[in-house]
């Protein structure tokens, strides 16, 4: 489904993220990619939708290569729920910002209304379809830019931290939810309960380089490996000092 080689990646400015990169994720897969602050996580799913270009290397999502000219191809296929959720609502209104997207394939007005009515269902946000998106709660925003991705029926979706500004209950919900959604998922997180419990693998990420990649239970629970990542035990293993 993705295939990342030996890749590059370098801002104007001269800073170089990510450092011959390479891995692949298999169809169906949810995969949680972490690392610390800085660790190119957001970088990298910037790259592969095509954000940005690779100086270096190659990614290919189902053997289509990302390069300027097969960008509209493979944003049909992938679809990005960035890490701020304002840089993915601009409409007046949550409904129009869901139906975006499908507007500008063309789809029937009666089509979009049905798959946003199905959509905003499974994520509980119904009662904010006539609202405005600027006045939105941050959870709010972040769940209504999941739909306007999710409403596209993406083949791989890409999450860059989707639990964070959440509440307990919401962020549940959508733990579930994202279970019960059978694309193949990349999610860029530090919420490492969530990696644990939804994650087959984790690809840990550090200096923009492949630290370590492998079963998610496996390599969470490995505080050592945790540690030397720059990061700790997700909470749920954590041994709490008065035990
Ligand atoms: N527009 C930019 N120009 C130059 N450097 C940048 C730019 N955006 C990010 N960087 C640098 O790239 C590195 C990786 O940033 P990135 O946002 O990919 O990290 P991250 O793993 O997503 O971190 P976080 O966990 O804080 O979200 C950082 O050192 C950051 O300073
Ligand atoms: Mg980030």
Redesign the pocket.
Same mark, same amino acid.
């Given at each position: 489904m993705l295939k990342i080689n030996q890749l590059n990646m370098r801002?104007p400015?001269g &800073?170089q993220?990510l450092n011959q990169l390479s891995f692949h994720i298999e169809t169906g897969e949810t995969v949680g990619l972490i =690392?610390a &602050? =800085? !660790? =190119?996580?957001?970088? #990298?799913l910037k790259s592969i939708v095509g954000i940005m270009l690779p100086e270096e290397g190659s990614i290919e999502i189902d053997k289509i290569s990302v390069t300027k000219k097969s960008l509209n191809k493979v944003r049909e296929k992938v679809g990005v729920v960035f890490?701020n959720p304002e840089d993915q609502l601009f409409m007046s209104n949550v409904y129009d910002d869901i139906a975006f997207g499908l507007r500008n394939y063309g789809m029937a007005e009666d089509k979009i209304s049905e798959r946003i009515k199905g959509i905003v269902k499974s994520l509980g946000i119904e009662r904010l379809l006539d609202h405005n998106s600027n006045k939105l709660s941050g959870g709010e925003k972040r769940l209504v830019a999941i739909a306007t991705i999710l409403v596209m029926e993406p083949s791989l979706v890409l999450f860059d931290?989707p639990t964070s500004f959440l509440d307990p209950r919401t962020r549940r919900n959508l733990i579930e939810m994202l279970r019960g959604f059978n694309m193949t998922k990349l999610i !860029?997180t530090?919420d490492l309960d969530m990696a644990l419990e939804l994650c087959d693998r984790v690809i840990i #990420?550090s200096e923009g380089t492949i630290f370590k990649q492998g079963n998610a239970k496996e390599l969470l629970s490995n505080q050592i490996l945790m540690e030397e990542a720059g990061l700790e035990l997700p909470f749920c293993l954590q041994k709490r000092n008065n035990e």
């Open positions: 801002y400015d &800073n993220v =690392g &602050n =800085g !660790a =190119g996580k957001s970088t #990298l890490q931290e !860029a530090h #990420l």
